[in-house]
């Protein structure tokens, strides 16, 4: 299948694609927020720069969208046009993910991320759900269980 827009109207399109200040991002900060959590935003001196950082609990909150990621779910699609180039962006955004969370781990902070999928499409959660979930683990340290919401 070709594209249907011209190079300089994808490349126009790819450029508006924001990496801060996503709505899932702004969505799950308004999330925290209004429980009372404060935090900092995009703290470069930490690995990976995480979205949301609550420095208090020692968590760091990635906001990942599936597409760019590289996330296994219904919103990723592997690009029919230039196939290899978009795999090898994306293969090494995922490994930069790697990286820098194991570097946040053994620097002995908790990393929490946090899907486009959880919060769009058909299989998104509610609302409620997905804060009582993020919530009981921030506060929580010992905190175990796996959610949509993917965290270590």
């Excluded at 906001?63 to 978009?86: D, M, N, S």
């Excluded at 299989?123 to 993917?150: F, G, N």
């Amino acid at each position: 299948m070709t594209d249907v827009h011209n190079a300089e109207r994808r490349s126009a399109n790819m450029r508006a694609i924001r990496q801060k200040n996503t709505s899932p991002e702004i969505q799950i900060r308004r999330l925290l927020f209004a429980q009372g959590l404060r935090f900092r935003l995009h703290v470069k001196s930490l690995p990976g720069s995480p979205d949301i950082v609550l420095a208090k609990y020692k968590v760091a909150v990635f906001v990942h969208g599936c597409f760019w990621h590289g996330h296994a779910c219904h919103l990723f699609k592997v690009p029919a046009t230039r196939t290899e180039f978009w795999m090898d962006k994306i293969q090494s955004n995922c490994n930069r993910d790697v990286r820098d969370e194991a570097k946040l781990l053994s620097a002995g902070w908790r990393v929490l991320t946090v899907w486009e999928c959880a919060l769009k499409g058909k299989a998104k959660r509610s609302i409620d759900e997905i804060v009582t979930d993020m919530v009981a683990w921030i506060l929580e340290p010992e905190a175990a269980a796996q959610l949509t919401i993917q965290h270590r």
